[in-house]
Protein backbone atom coordinates (compact mmCIF):
# COMPACT_ATOMS: atom_id res chain seq x y z
CA UNK A 1 0.00 0.00 0.00
CA UNK A 2 1.64 3.07 -1.08
CA UNK A 3 1.67 6.00 1.16
CA UNK A 4 1.21 9.75 0.21
CA UNK A 5 3.07 11.94 2.33
CA UNK A 6 2.52 16.09 2.65
CA UNK A 7 -0.84 16.36 2.94
CA UNK A 8 -0.46 18.04 6.47
CA UNK A 9 -2.97 20.60 7.35
CA UNK A 10 -2.21 23.96 8.56
CA UNK A 11 -1.51 24.25 12.18
CA UNK A 12 -3.90 25.78 14.49
CA UNK A 13 -1.36 26.55 17.07
CA UNK A 14 1.87 27.32 16.74
CA UNK A 15 3.93 24.56 17.85
CA UNK A 16 6.03 26.39 20.51
CA UNK A 17 2.91 27.86 21.98
CA UNK A 18 0.87 23.97 21.97
CA UNK A 19 4.03 22.88 23.47
CA UNK A 20 3.50 25.18 26.28
CA UNK A 21 0.30 23.61 27.69
CA UNK A 22 2.03 20.33 27.93
CA UNK A 23 3.65 18.78 31.07
CA UNK A 24 6.39 16.33 31.16
CA UNK A 25 6.85 12.90 32.98
CA UNK A 26 9.79 11.70 33.43
CA UNK A 27 10.80 8.89 31.76
CA UNK A 28 12.27 7.13 34.97
CA UNK A 29 15.85 5.07 35.12
CA UNK A 30 16.97 2.86 32.60
CA UNK A 31 19.69 0.98 34.09
CA UNK A 32 23.91 1.81 33.85
CA UNK A 33 23.75 2.83 30.22
CA UNK A 34 20.71 4.91 30.84
CA UNK A 35 23.29 8.14 29.90
CA UNK A 36 24.10 6.33 26.34
CA UNK A 37 20.43 5.66 25.65
CA UNK A 38 18.90 6.65 22.78
CA UNK A 39 15.76 8.88 23.52
CA UNK A 40 12.38 7.88 22.28
CA UNK A 41 9.84 10.85 22.92
CA UNK A 42 6.14 9.53 23.95
CA UNK A 43 3.28 12.20 23.33
CA UNK A 44 0.01 11.58 25.19
CA UNK A 45 -3.34 13.12 25.70
CA UNK A 46 -3.85 11.95 29.70
CA UNK A 47 -2.08 15.23 30.96
CA UNK A 48 -4.70 16.33 34.14
CA UNK A 49 -6.23 12.59 34.27
CA UNK A 50 -3.68 10.77 37.16
CA UNK A 51 -5.51 7.72 36.55
CA UNK A 52 -4.47 6.82 32.78
CA UNK A 53 -1.42 9.02 33.76
CA UNK A 54 -0.36 6.64 36.18
CA UNK A 55 -0.49 3.47 34.34
CA UNK A 56 1.35 5.31 31.37
CA UNK A 57 4.36 6.15 33.62
CA UNK A 58 4.43 2.57 35.07
CA UNK A 59 4.63 0.98 31.49
CA UNK A 60 7.52 3.48 30.61
CA UNK A 61 9.33 3.39 33.89
CA UNK A 62 8.77 -0.67 33.73
CA UNK A 63 10.00 -0.44 29.91
CA UNK A 64 13.27 1.74 30.47
CA UNK A 65 14.39 -0.30 33.60
CA UNK A 66 13.86 -3.78 31.71
CA UNK A 67 16.75 -2.88 28.83
CA UNK A 68 19.39 0.17 28.32
CA UNK A 69 19.57 0.52 24.55
CA UNK A 70 16.33 3.22 25.33
CA UNK A 71 15.09 5.70 27.17
CA UNK A 72 11.16 6.71 26.86
CA UNK A 73 10.50 10.15 27.76
CA UNK A 74 6.52 11.28 27.86
CA UNK A 75 5.02 14.37 27.61
CA UNK A 76 1.94 14.73 28.36
CA UNK A 77 -1.15 17.64 27.33
CA UNK A 78 -4.12 18.78 28.67
CA UNK A 79 -6.95 16.77 26.25
CA UNK A 80 -8.05 19.58 24.84
CA UNK A 81 -4.53 20.90 23.49
CA UNK A 82 -3.70 17.47 22.61
CA UNK A 83 -4.37 17.03 18.73
CA UNK A 84 -3.52 20.98 18.28
CA UNK A 85 0.38 19.83 19.67
CA UNK A 86 -0.02 16.92 16.80
CA UNK A 87 -0.76 18.85 14.11
CA UNK A 88 1.47 21.62 15.01
CA UNK A 89 4.51 19.41 15.32
CA UNK A 90 3.16 17.28 11.96
CA UNK A 91 3.75 20.57 10.28
CA UNK A 92 7.03 21.33 11.60
CA UNK A 93 8.25 17.99 10.85
CA UNK A 94 8.89 17.78 14.55
CA UNK A 95 6.36 14.77 15.29
CA UNK A 96 7.52 12.37 18.81
CA UNK A 97 7.53 8.91 17.85
CA UNK A 98 4.89 7.32 19.72
CA UNK A 99 1.83 9.30 20.04
CA UNK A 100 -2.25 8.28 21.40
CA UNK A 101 -4.93 9.23 18.84
CA UNK A 102 -8.68 9.17 19.39
CA UNK A 103 -9.99 6.13 17.94
CA UNK A 104 -11.91 7.68 14.72
CA UNK A 105 -8.65 9.82 13.93
CA UNK A 106 -6.53 6.93 13.04
CA UNK A 107 -7.46 6.81 9.28
CA UNK A 108 -7.22 10.44 9.17
CA UNK A 109 -3.79 10.48 10.86
CA UNK A 110 -2.15 7.63 8.94
CA UNK A 111 -3.51 9.50 5.26
CA UNK A 112 -2.51 12.39 6.60
CA UNK A 113 1.18 11.30 7.10
CA UNK A 114 1.32 11.16 10.49
CA UNK A 115 1.63 7.61 11.83
CA UNK A 116 2.50 4.07 9.73
CA UNK A 117 1.57 0.52 10.62
CA UNK A 118 2.66 -0.41 13.77
CA UNK A 119 4.61 -3.59 12.49
CA UNK A 120 4.17 -5.82 15.60
CA UNK A 121 3.86 -10.03 15.45
CA UNK A 122 -0.14 -11.02 14.14
CA UNK A 123 -0.21 -12.54 17.34
CA UNK A 124 0.10 -9.45 19.34
CA UNK A 125 -3.29 -8.97 19.13
CA UNK A 126 -4.92 -12.35 19.91
CA UNK A 127 -8.13 -11.88 22.76
CA UNK A 128 -8.10 -8.08 21.52
CA UNK A 129 -11.70 -6.49 21.29
CA UNK A 130 -11.80 -5.17 17.89
CA UNK A 131 -12.90 -2.19 18.72
CA UNK A 132 -9.53 -1.35 19.82
CA UNK A 133 -7.45 -2.04 16.99
CA UNK A 134 -7.18 0.68 14.13
CA UNK A 135 -7.18 -1.23 11.14
CA UNK A 136 -6.75 0.04 7.99
CA UNK A 137 -6.26 -2.40 4.57
CA UNK A 138 -5.93 -5.33 6.99
CA UNK A 139 -2.70 -3.05 8.58
CA UNK A 140 -2.64 -2.45 12.42
CA UNK A 141 -2.06 1.24 12.52
CA UNK A 142 -2.60 1.23 16.73
CA UNK A 143 -4.09 -0.27 19.30
CA UNK A 144 -5.44 0.43 23.08
CA UNK A 145 -5.84 -0.73 26.38
CA UNK A 146 -9.61 0.06 27.00
CA UNK A 147 -12.75 0.76 25.58
CA UNK A 148 -15.89 2.08 26.65
CA UNK A 149 -19.59 0.95 25.70
CA UNK A 150 -22.86 2.80 25.00
CA UNK A 151 -25.61 1.23 27.05
CA UNK A 152 -29.62 1.75 28.73
CA UNK A 153 -30.08 2.37 32.51
CA UNK A 154 -33.45 2.43 34.18
CA UNK A 155 -34.58 0.42 37.53
CA UNK A 156 -36.37 -2.69 38.24
CA UNK A 157 -39.44 -0.78 40.02
CA UNK A 158 -39.86 1.49 36.87
CA UNK A 159 -39.91 -1.14 34.37
CA UNK A 160 -41.74 -3.68 36.72
CA UNK A 161 -44.82 -0.93 37.53
CA UNK A 162 -44.90 0.03 33.56
CA UNK A 163 -45.41 -3.86 33.49
CA UNK A 164 -42.04 -4.25 30.69
CA UNK A 165 -40.17 -7.20 30.46
CA UNK A 166 -36.17 -6.78 31.24
CA UNK A 167 -34.13 -7.10 28.33
CA UNK A 168 -31.01 -9.14 28.18
CA UNK A 169 -27.39 -8.87 26.23
CA UNK A 170 -28.79 -12.52 24.64
CA UNK A 171 -32.70 -10.85 24.48
CA UNK A 172 -32.67 -7.38 23.72
CA UNK A 173 -35.92 -5.49 23.17
CA UNK A 174 -37.27 -5.32 19.11
CA UNK A 175 -37.91 -2.07 17.84
CA UNK A 176 -41.32 -2.05 18.88
CA UNK A 177 -41.00 -3.86 22.18
CA UNK A 178 -38.61 -0.79 22.80
CA UNK A 179 -41.91 2.15 21.28
CA UNK A 180 -44.28 -0.13 23.57
CA UNK A 181 -41.82 0.40 26.22
CA UNK A 182 -41.96 3.85 25.94
CA UNK A 183 -45.45 4.30 26.38
CA UNK A 184 -45.70 2.39 28.76
CA UNK A 185 -43.56 4.20 31.04
CA UNK A 186 -44.62 7.48 30.05
CA UNK A 187 -48.13 6.24 31.05
CA UNK A 188 -47.15 5.58 34.74
CA UNK A 189 -47.23 9.62 34.46
CA UNK A 190 -43.72 9.79 37.04
CA UNK A 191 -41.92 11.42 34.71
CA UNK A 192 -40.78 14.11 32.29
CA UNK A 193 -39.14 12.20 29.43
CA UNK A 194 -39.83 8.34 29.11
CA UNK A 195 -35.76 8.49 27.88
CA UNK A 196 -33.58 10.62 27.88
CA UNK A 197 -30.82 10.10 25.05
CA UNK A 198 -28.61 12.90 25.80
CA UNK A 199 -29.85 15.23 23.50
CA UNK A 200 -28.36 18.15 24.95
CA UNK A 201 -24.76 16.82 24.33
CA UNK A 202 -22.60 17.62 20.73
CA UNK A 203 -19.61 17.25 19.09
CA UNK A 204 -18.59 13.51 18.69
CA UNK A 205 -20.91 12.17 21.44
CA UNK A 206 -23.59 12.89 18.13
CA UNK A 207 -22.14 10.14 15.90
CA UNK A 208 -20.86 8.04 18.54
CA UNK A 209 -23.50 7.44 20.35
CA UNK A 210 -26.84 8.21 17.28
CA UNK A 211 -25.22 6.27 14.30
CA UNK A 212 -24.97 3.07 16.20
CA UNK A 213 -28.85 3.50 16.53
CA UNK A 214 -29.20 4.10 12.53
CA UNK A 215 -26.67 1.10 11.90
CA UNK A 216 -29.07 -1.01 14.09
CA UNK A 217 -31.77 0.72 11.09
CA UNK A 218 -29.72 -0.97 8.51
CA UNK A 219 -28.52 2.44 7.56
CA UNK A 220 -24.61 4.13 8.03
CA UNK A 221 -22.33 7.12 7.71
CA UNK A 222 -21.08 5.69 4.52
CA UNK A 223 -20.84 2.67 1.86
CA UNK A 224 -18.68 0.40 3.93
CA UNK A 225 -17.92 -1.38 0.72
CA UNK A 226 -16.16 1.02 -1.07
CA UNK A 227 -15.92 4.07 1.44
CA UNK A 228 -16.27 6.18 -1.72
CA UNK A 229 -19.34 7.72 -1.30
CA UNK A 230 -22.47 7.86 1.85
CA UNK A 231 -25.33 7.58 -1.09
CA UNK A 232 -27.85 4.94 -0.40
CA UNK A 233 -26.24 4.47 3.25
CA UNK A 234 -26.90 7.73 4.62
CA UNK A 235 -30.00 8.82 3.05
CA UNK A 236 -32.32 5.51 1.95
CA UNK A 237 -34.63 3.97 3.26
CA UNK A 238 -33.13 3.04 6.52
CA UNK A 239 -31.63 5.67 7.39
CA UNK A 240 -35.14 7.79 6.57
CA UNK A 241 -36.93 5.67 8.85
CA UNK A 242 -34.19 5.77 11.87
CA UNK A 243 -34.44 9.83 11.39
CA UNK A 244 -38.33 10.02 10.99
CA UNK A 245 -38.34 7.62 15.06
CA UNK A 246 -35.39 9.39 16.25
CA UNK A 247 -37.67 12.73 15.33
CA UNK A 248 -40.94 11.03 16.49
CA UNK A 249 -39.77 10.70 20.46
CA UNK A 250 -39.42 14.17 20.54
CA UNK A 251 -43.13 14.78 18.62
CA UNK A 252 -44.58 11.95 20.99
CA UNK A 253 -43.35 13.85 24.22
CA UNK A 254 -41.46 10.54 25.06
CA UNK A 255 -37.53 12.30 24.56
CA UNK A 256 -36.61 15.91 24.91
CA UNK A 257 -35.23 17.69 21.76
CA UNK A 258 -32.21 18.98 24.39
CA UNK A 259 -31.85 17.28 27.08
CA UNK A 260 -30.30 18.69 30.21
CA UNK A 261 -26.53 19.32 30.37
CA UNK A 262 -26.24 16.46 32.56
CA UNK A 263 -28.13 13.61 31.30
CA UNK A 264 -27.03 11.07 34.20
CA UNK A 265 -27.87 13.47 37.30
CA UNK A 266 -31.02 14.05 35.23
CA UNK A 267 -31.61 10.68 35.33
CA UNK A 268 -30.60 10.16 39.06
CA UNK A 269 -32.85 13.04 40.13
CA UNK A 270 -35.42 11.52 38.60
CA UNK A 271 -36.07 13.36 35.46
CA UNK A 272 -36.54 10.60 33.11
CA UNK A 273 -37.21 6.25 33.14
CA UNK A 274 -34.33 5.22 31.01
CA UNK A 275 -31.06 6.82 30.50
CA UNK A 276 -29.14 5.89 27.30
CA UNK A 277 -25.01 7.13 27.87
CA UNK A 278 -21.72 4.80 28.63
CA UNK A 279 -20.62 2.75 31.23
CA UNK A 280 -19.05 5.56 32.58
CA UNK A 281 -22.10 6.29 34.07
CA UNK A 282 -22.54 3.28 36.36
CA UNK A 283 -21.26 4.08 39.56
CA UNK A 284 -22.92 7.35 39.82
CA UNK A 285 -26.32 5.04 38.48
CA UNK A 286 -26.12 2.31 40.89
CA UNK A 287 -24.85 4.41 43.68
CA UNK A 288 -28.35 6.16 43.74
CA UNK A 289 -30.66 3.18 43.08
CA UNK A 290 -30.03 0.05 44.74
CA UNK A 291 -32.56 -1.78 41.67
CA UNK A 292 -30.17 -0.51 38.72
CA UNK A 293 -30.48 -2.72 36.05
CA UNK A 294 -28.33 -2.15 32.84
CA UNK A 295 -29.91 -2.87 29.30
CA UNK A 296 -28.43 -3.73 26.22
CA UNK A 297 -29.61 -1.29 23.04
CA UNK A 298 -32.87 -2.59 21.06
CA UNK A 299 -32.51 -4.47 17.94
CA UNK A 300 -34.08 -2.16 15.40
CA UNK A 301 -33.51 -4.50 12.60
CA UNK A 302 -30.17 -4.76 11.98
CA UNK A 303 -29.16 -5.98 15.46
CA UNK A 304 -28.31 -4.19 18.50
CA UNK A 305 -25.53 -1.70 18.13
CA UNK A 306 -23.01 0.66 19.87
CA UNK A 307 -20.25 2.63 19.44
CA UNK A 308 -16.25 1.99 19.33
CA UNK A 309 -13.24 2.96 19.60
CA UNK A 310 -11.70 5.06 22.34
CA UNK A 311 -7.58 6.43 22.56
CA UNK A 312 -5.47 3.94 20.71
CA UNK A 313 -1.24 4.21 20.85
CA UNK A 314 0.62 4.75 17.25
CA UNK A 315 3.85 5.31 15.72
CA UNK A 316 4.64 8.38 13.80
CA UNK A 317 6.14 8.36 10.55
CA UNK A 318 8.94 11.09 11.79
CA UNK A 319 10.40 8.25 14.76
CA UNK A 320 13.91 7.70 13.54
CA UNK A 321 14.06 5.13 16.16
CA UNK A 322 11.35 2.88 14.94
CA UNK A 323 13.08 -0.39 16.50
CA UNK A 324 12.91 1.04 19.91
CA UNK A 325 9.09 2.63 19.60
CA UNK A 326 8.03 -0.73 18.24
CA UNK A 327 10.10 -2.68 21.45
CA UNK A 328 8.48 -0.42 23.70
CA UNK A 329 4.90 -0.93 21.75
CA UNK A 330 5.28 -4.83 22.04
CA UNK A 331 7.23 -4.57 25.93
CA UNK A 332 3.74 -2.80 26.69
CA UNK A 333 1.22 -4.95 25.06
CA UNK A 334 1.29 -6.76 28.34
CA UNK A 335 -1.77 -8.49 29.85
CA UNK A 336 -0.89 -7.17 33.39
CA UNK A 337 -1.12 -3.23 31.90
CA UNK A 338 -4.35 -3.66 30.25
CA UNK A 339 -5.56 -5.13 33.73
CA UNK A 340 -3.78 -2.16 35.35
CA UNK A 341 -5.55 0.28 32.84
CA UNK A 342 -8.78 -1.26 33.85
CA UNK A 343 -8.27 -1.13 37.46
CA UNK A 344 -7.33 2.41 37.45
CA UNK A 345 -9.64 3.76 35.10
CA UNK A 346 -12.75 1.36 35.46
CA UNK A 347 -13.22 1.13 31.59
CA UNK A 348 -13.37 -1.94 29.72
CA UNK A 349 -10.20 -3.79 29.25
CA UNK A 350 -9.34 -4.32 25.23
CA UNK A 351 -8.30 -8.06 26.41
CA UNK A 352 -10.53 -11.01 27.13
CA UNK A 353 -7.45 -11.98 29.35
CA UNK A 354 -7.32 -8.91 31.09
CA UNK A 355 -10.75 -8.86 31.42
CA UNK A 356 -11.33 -12.18 33.32
CA UNK A 357 -8.45 -10.69 35.99
CA UNK A 358 -10.58 -7.70 36.94
CA UNK A 359 -13.34 -9.39 39.46
CA UNK A 360 -15.72 -6.29 37.51
CA UNK A 361 -15.12 -7.74 34.49
CA UNK A 362 -14.85 -11.36 34.72
CA UNK A 363 -17.41 -13.92 34.43
CA UNK A 364 -20.26 -12.89 37.00
CA UNK A 365 -19.10 -9.33 37.43
CA UNK A 366 -21.43 -6.39 38.28
CA UNK A 367 -18.96 -4.80 34.82
CA UNK A 368 -19.55 -8.15 32.89
CA UNK A 369 -22.42 -6.65 30.55
CA UNK A 370 -20.20 -3.90 29.27
CA UNK A 371 -17.30 -6.32 27.80
CA UNK A 372 -20.38 -8.27 26.54
CA UNK A 373 -22.29 -5.23 24.55
CA UNK A 374 -18.44 -4.04 23.38
CA UNK A 375 -17.64 -7.97 22.27
CA UNK A 376 -20.96 -8.29 20.42
CA UNK A 377 -22.51 -5.35 19.11
CA UNK A 378 -19.95 -2.70 18.84
CA UNK A 379 -19.29 -0.97 15.33
CA UNK A 380 -16.44 1.38 15.09
CA UNK A 381 -16.58 4.38 13.00
CA UNK A 382 -15.83 4.64 9.45
CA UNK A 383 -12.45 3.51 9.35
CA UNK A 384 -11.53 5.87 6.31
CA UNK A 385 -10.13 9.56 6.34
CA UNK A 386 -13.10 11.14 5.64
CA UNK A 387 -14.31 10.42 9.03
CA UNK A 388 -13.63 14.11 10.42
CA UNK A 389 -15.84 15.60 7.64
CA UNK A 390 -18.23 12.79 7.67
CA UNK A 391 -18.57 13.41 11.76
CA UNK A 392 -19.25 17.29 11.79
CA UNK A 393 -22.11 16.93 8.81
CA UNK A 394 -23.91 14.17 10.63
CA UNK A 395 -23.77 15.82 13.58
CA UNK A 396 -25.18 19.02 11.72
CA UNK A 397 -27.86 16.63 10.06
CA UNK A 398 -29.35 15.21 13.54
CA UNK A 399 -29.68 18.37 15.06
CA UNK A 400 -31.36 19.69 12.03
CA UNK A 401 -33.87 16.33 12.39
CA UNK A 402 -34.15 16.97 15.98
CA UNK A 403 -34.76 20.40 15.21
CA UNK A 404 -38.16 19.57 13.03
CA UNK A 405 -36.44 19.73 9.80
CA UNK A 406 -37.04 17.61 6.49
CA UNK A 407 -35.43 14.43 7.30
CA UNK A 408 -35.36 13.51 3.50
CA UNK A 409 -33.95 16.69 1.91
CA UNK A 410 -31.46 16.76 5.46
CA UNK A 411 -29.65 13.42 4.44
CA UNK A 412 -29.83 14.21 1.07
CA UNK A 413 -27.79 17.33 1.78
CA UNK A 414 -25.61 15.74 4.36
CA UNK A 415 -24.77 13.06 1.50
CA UNK A 416 -24.14 15.44 -1.06
CA UNK A 417 -21.76 17.15 1.00
CA UNK A 418 -19.94 14.25 2.04
CA UNK A 419 -19.34 12.74 -1.31
CA UNK A 420 -17.84 16.49 -2.56
CA UNK A 421 -15.48 15.96 0.11
CA UNK A 422 -14.48 12.77 -0.63
CA UNK A 423 -14.19 13.95 -4.55
CA UNK A 424 -12.07 16.99 -3.78
CA UNK A 425 -9.55 14.72 -1.69
CA UNK A 426 -9.20 12.27 -4.08
CA UNK A 427 -10.91 9.56 -2.47
CA UNK A 428 -8.89 10.08 0.18
CA UNK A 429 -6.64 6.86 -0.93
CA UNK A 430 -3.45 6.05 0.55
Not at 89 to 101: K, Y
Not at 113 to 142: C, H, K, M, S
Not at 153 to 176: C, H, K, M, Q, Y
Not at 404 to 415: F, T
Request: with cysteine; charged share 20%.
Amino acid sequence: MSRKIGRIVAASLATLAVAATAGCVAGGGSGDGAGSSSTIELWTHAGGNEAELGVITTIVEDFNASQDEYTVEVTDFPQDAYNDAVVAAATAGDLPCIVDIDGPNVANWAWAGYIQPLGLPEETYDGQLPGTLGVIDDEVYAYGFFDVALAMFSRESTLNDAGVRIPTVDDPWTGDEFDEALAKIDGLGRYDQAVDFGTGGGGEWIPYAYSPLLQSFGGDLIDRSTFETADGALNGPEALEWAQWFRGLVDSGYMAQTSGEDATADFVNGTSGILYTGNWADATVRDAFDDAVVLPPPNFGDGPKIGAGSWQWGLTTGCDEVDGARAYLEFAHDTKYFVEYGEATGLIPATLDAAEEIPAFAEGGDSRIYLELANQFAVVRPETAAYPFISSVFQKATQDILSGGDPQAILDKAVSDIDRDIEQNGGYTF
